[in-house]
């Protein structure tokens, strides 16, 4: 069974572009979640999409946002680039979201770097 | 008072030893209770993952939830060194919405 995928892997973008990451989940899985991790706040919570719904969302900017397919892939964009969201994104698929994190997948991550 | 506190280390110790690694809670609304292990350029992986007090096993580990103290703790025994790897805690509530802590490094040496 393959597992969470990512793409791109690595980007490199300056300051005041957008970006649009993308998450393929594991077949089946209906819940993606997306998380920031930077050496400074650790691993944070940004948004969860199930079955093309957002249904919770962390305490990020509205420069944040995302949306969910109906095959369940997942794109995550961030505009206005600023240097401080230089961070490994991560998204995780699960079968019934965030409330049943036991069941919850985690991809290799984009690392995203804003100059 | 951070809300989750979690050493960072690097905590060193010989193949063979038992690990303990652990982590301090300050919000009573956290119900789950799990831990994550992260090698270097890869996503964390759930380890473990539990709802209540007291201990749950899992072959070498051992997660063990103290919430009268607000605290939980892993116990990893015979420790080898691929078990070297950044090891988070995270806890969630009724929201559902995960808290980690900041993670630490163990490295586990023959």
């Known amino acids: 069974k393959a597992g969470v995928t990512q793409t791109p892997r690595y980007l490199i973008k300056t300051r005041g572009q957008q970006v649009t990451l993308s998450c393929s989940p594991i077949s089946g899985h209906r819940s993606v979640s997306w998380y920031q991790q930077t050496p400074g706040q650790g691993l944070q919570f940004l948004f969860e999409y199930f079955s093309e719904t957002q249904r919770n969302k962390g305490n990020f900017p509205g420069r944040f946002s995302g949306r969910q397919f109906s095959n369940s892939r997942s794109e995550m964009n961030v505009s206005t680039l600023e240097l401080g969201d230089s961070a490994l994104y991560l998204c995780?698929?699960?079968?019934?979201?965030?409330?049943?994190?036991?069941?919850?997948?985690f991809g290799p991550g984009t690392r995203l770097t804003v100059l | 008072q951070k809300e989750v506190e979690q050493d960072p280390g690097p905590l060193s110790v010989p193949e063979g030893a038992i690990v303990s690694l652990n982590c301090t809670y300050s919000n009573s609304a956290f119900q789950y209770f799990m831990w994550y292990r992260q090698y270097s350029r890869k996503g964390p992986e759930l380890l473990m993952y539990?709802?209540?007090?007291g201990n749950k096993e899992d072959g070498r580990f051992t997660a063990q939830v103290d919430k009268s103290s607000k605290y939980i703790s892993l116990f990893i025994r015979d420790s080898q060194p691929s078990d070297s790897a950044t090891y988070l805690c995270?806890?969630?509530?009724?929201?559902?919405?995960?808290?980690f802590g900041r993670g630490t490094s163990l490295i586990v040496h023959p």
């Open positions: 995270a806890f969630s509530g009724g929201s559902y919405i995960p808290t």
């Open positions: 539990t709802y209540s007090s």
């Open positions: 995780a698929s699960s079968l019934m979201g965030t409330s049943g994190m036991d069941t919850q997948y």
